[in-house]
């Protein structure tokens, strides 16, 4: 079975973060995953992550030191020298469940349809590395996506966010979409790369916990996560998002929590709830399956 994975490739690009740094690569290294491609890109860090990187460097694919244009500019650099079909970031203060791997791995080798896949449960993380919150995540969908669904703090109601840290996509929709994050926007990246990739395929979910986000006082998106919610604002215009109005909002957020599971896919015809795609574990039988779940 292991000989039938896709090459998974993770990049991580990092700077100054050596706290963290450790945590971050032994959640990807000890996945035991059998086909792996793992690169750093440091920034020219001052505070002993180059030496944690070379302790771990002959499990490495490849590695630098030196200063770049940020970390989206230290993205692009890592995956330029990737070849895996199946592709994912973990910043260097984040990290993985330990069964993470195998998860995506297999789904993505069962189930050719899946282009990109991310958590119907996203953890937290705190700066000592305890999960701290997991919830549930109800779905995605494009029409939710461009409707404000996935963004949180744009002045209307939103469901959540689409988990950086526990989304991977196979090679052939990054090439699609372009094959680059865009390193113009500081904050914002993943949310604009995650609207070039509804261009072109459906984002479903896996009822697992796969990457955690970590709080702590000198994580960069908490400390600013205005300017990261005004960044991905204006990516959310830039590629047509509609928010809803008042009525929509009260209809998608009140109301429909309280009708039946059966009456939705009547309500889907009429655009009231989405088709939303979830991969599920056959169980005994084994493998995997895509339902469609109405949210």
């Given at each position: 079975?292991?000989?039938?994975?896709?090459?998974?490739?993770?990049?991580?690009?990092?700077?100054?973060?050596?706290?963290?740094?450790?945590?971050?690569?032994?959640?990807?290294?000890?996945?035991?995953?059998?086909?792996?491609?793992?690169?750093?890109?440091?920034?020219?860090?001052?505070?002993?992550?180059?030496?944690?990187?070379?302790?771990?460097?002959?499990?490495?694919?490849?590695?630098?030191?030196?200063?770049?244009?940020?970390?989206?500019?230290?993205?692009?650099?890592?995956?330029?020298?990737?070849?895996?079909?199946?592709?994912?970031?973990l910043n260097s203060?984040?990290?993985?469940?330990?069964?993470?791997?195998?998860?995506?791995?297999h789904i993505f080798?069962?189930l050719p349809e899946?282009?990109?896949?991310?958590?119907?449960?996203?953890?937290?993380?705190?700066?000592?590395?305890?999960?701290?919150?997991?919830?549930?995540?109800?779905?995605?969908?494009?029409?939710?996506?461009?409707?404000?669904?996935?963004?949180?703090?744009?002045?209307?109601?939103?469901?959540?966010?689409?988990?950086?840290?526990?989304?991977?996509?196979?090679?052939?929709?990054?090439?699609?979409?372009?094959?680059?994050?865009?390193?113009?926007?500081?904050?914002?990246?993943?949310?604009?790369?995650?609207?070039?990739?509804?261009?072109?395929?459906?984002?479903?979910?896996?009822?697992?916990?796969?990457?955690?986000?970590?709080?702590?006082?000198?994580?960069?998106?908490?400390?600013?996560?205005?300017?990261?919610?005004?960044?991905?604002?204006?990516?959310?215009?830039?590629?047509?998002?509609?928010?809803?109005?008042?009525?929509?909002?009260?209809?998608?957020?009140?109301?429909?929590?309280?009708?039946?599971?059966?009456?939705?896919?009547?309500?889907?015809?009429?655009?009231?709830?989405?088709?939303?795609?979830?991969?599920?574990?056959?169980?005994?039988?084994?493998?995997?399956?895509?339902?469609?779940?109405?949210?």
């Amino acid at each position: 079975m292991s000989e039938r994975l896709p090459k998974i490739s993770i990049v991580t690009p990092s700077y100054n973060q050596a706290p963290f740094l450790e945590e971050a690569i032994i959640s990807v290294l000890n996945q035991a995953y059998p086909n792996l491609e793992y690169v750093i890109i440091d920034g020219g860090s001052t505070d002993g992550s180059v030496d944690i990187v070379r302790k771990y460097e002959n499990y490495l694919t490849y590695w630098v030191s030196e200063p770049d244009a940020g970390q989206y500019d230290a993205v692009n650099k890592g995956f330029a020298k990737t070849t895996g079909d199946i592709m994912a970031w973990l910043n260097s203060d984040d990290k993985y469940t330990p069964w993470a791997f195998q998860v995506v791995g297999h789904i993505f080798s069962a189930l050719p349809e899946v282009e990109w896949l991310t958590t119907l449960y996203p953890l937290t993380w705190d700066e000592h590395g305890q999960a701290t919150n997991c919830h549930y995540h109800g779905g995605y969908s494009r029409r939710a996506f461009f409707r404000g669904e996935f963004l949180r703090g744009a002045g209307w109601p939103a469901r959540g966010w689409i988990q950086q840290e526990s989304t991977f996509w196979r090679r052939s929709l990054w090439n699609r979409a372009g094959g680059y994050v865009d390193a113009s926007l500081r904050f914002a990246g993943d949310f604009e790369l995650w609207a070039r990739f509804y261009k072109y395929s459906e984002l479903y979910g896996v009822p697992i916990p796969l990457g955690g986000f970590r709080m702590h006082a000198e994580q960069k998106t908490a400390r600013f996560i205005k300017e990261y919610i005004r960044e991905a604002t204006e990516v959310f215009y830039r590629y047509g998002g509609h928010p809803y109005g008042k009525l929509g909002s009260f209809v998608r957020f009140k109301l429909l929590r309280f009708v039946p599971a059966r009456c939705r896919p009547l309500l889907a015809r009429l655009g009231l709830v989405y088709p939303q795609k979830v991969c599920l574990h056959k169980g005994r039988e084994g493998g995997w399956k895509v339902v469609t779940q109405w949210v």
